[in-house]
């Protein structure tokens, strides 16, 4: 079905609520002309996964900073591996990572 909407339209097709989806639905979606995945869910988890983690390491920081550094690597890892999931790993370089 997803085939013959874009065959049908002349519009950007849109994936809304892409987190937490096999990577083989994703894929086949890019494949069949998804040109917008959002992903919002599964970068937010990364983040704030490792937010926990620094805090049960340290409970006492508080600093941005500090606090940060790593939720934000381990958020563009996910970034990073999504952006080669959808296959557009010739775009990454409008991104800043």
Do not use: C, W
């Not at 874009?6 to 979606?29: F, R, T, Y």
């Not at 494949?31 to 049960?56: C, M, P």
């Not at 591996?81 to 296959?87: A, G, H, K, V, W």
Request: aromatic share 8%; charged share 30%.
């Amino acid at each position: 079905m997803l085939t013959e909407i874009k065959e049908k339209v002349s519009i950007p097709l849109v994936l809304h609520g892409g987190s937490a989806n096999p990577d083989s639905e994703i894929a086949e979606a890019v494949k069949r002309g998804v040109n917008k995945i959002n992903i919002s869910s599964d970068i937010k988890e990364a983040f704030y996964q490792q937010i926990r983690k620094t805090l049960a390491a340290d409970s006492v920081v508080r600093e941005p900073f500090v606090l940060y550094k790593e939720s934000i690597i381990e958020m563009n890892k996910v970034i990073i591996r999504e952006i080669e999931l959808f296959n557009d790993d010739d775009k990454m370089k409008y991104y800043r990572l």
